[in-house]
């Protein structure tokens, strides 16, 4: 079963600090890897994805990781703002379909 | 150039009744897919058309259906509803799925049903 995990669910940190969030997956048999953001009751905005041969992609204070041999990926947030409060989205593609995670709620406190 | 886009944003049923969502794919998109979010989750994925025809399934009844038009905009219906079909229901558009192309995603439908 093709499987999703993010951790930590939730997490609040006070502004200017650096990040971790957490991706896993079981299937390793992915095509790619996308981070997402969303803010309370709206769509999704894409922000990194990474192909299945890449190991890394980088735009501006985010940096997304990938694993494929050990199913995961991590997100790095660079001295975070309050902006960037926002759930954050991790999904793996297989073929023609997203499987998501459950999110990590992000609370940045000025 | 405008993006994915959805409609109604808001929509409210009653428990039985049908309902029709709609989607417009980007621009040069010929692939859509229909994603539920209930609350607190991340999104299940429904279904894919390309091509006027449903191309992939996830684990969802036969409650939901889909159709595709020739200017590739889809629709999603939901037959029966029931509480549990409370959600935020997202379409997302691509070129080619299955190659490493990016899906955008549309600002999504708010369904309540009461």
């Known amino acids: 079963k093709q499987e999703v995990t993010q951790i930590p669910a939730a997490l609040s940190v006070p502004e200017g600090e650096n990040l971790v969030l957490n991706c896993s997956f079981t299937?390793?048999?992915?095509?790619?890897l996308q981070w997402f953001r969303q803010d309370p009751g709206k769509g999704l905005t894409s922000l990194l994805l990474?192909?299945?041969?890449?190991r890394e992609q980088t735009s501006g204070r985010l940096n997304a990781s990938l694993d494929k041999s050990s199913g995961r990926s991590t997100l790095y947030i660079a001295a975070s703002q309050p902006g960037d409060s926002a759930t954050y989205l991790c999904?793996?593609?297989?073929?023609?379909?997203?499987?998501f995670g459950a999110g990590t709620i992000l609370r940045v406190k000025s | 150039d405008a993006g994915v886009t959805q409609s109604p944003t808001h929509l409210i049923k009653t428990r039985g009744q049908q309902v029709t969502l709609r989607c417009s794919p980007k621009?040069?998109?010929?692939?859509v897919s229909w994603y539920q979010q209930a609350l607190g989750q991340g999104p299940q994925f429904i279904f894919q058309?390309?091509?006027?025809?449903?191309?992939q399934r996830g684990n969802f009844p036969d409650r939901f259906s889909g159709h595709q038009f020739p200017n590739y905009s889809s629709e999603l219906n939901v037959n029966a509803l029931l509480l549990g079909d409370s959600a935020l229901y997202l379409c997302?558009?691509?070129?080619?799925?299955?190659?490493?192309?990016?899906?955008?995603f549309g600002p999504g439908t708010r369904l309540t049903v009461l």
């Open positions: 990474i192909q299945s041969s890449q």
């Open positions: 997302a558009s691509s070129a080619s799925v299955g190659t490493g192309f990016r899906q955008f």
């Open positions: 299937d390793s048999a992915i095509y790619n």
């Open positions: 058309y390309y091509e006027e025809e449903e191309r």
């Open positions: 999904a793996v593609e297989y073929g023609n379909k997203l499987v």
């Open positions: 621009s040069g998109h010929d692939t």
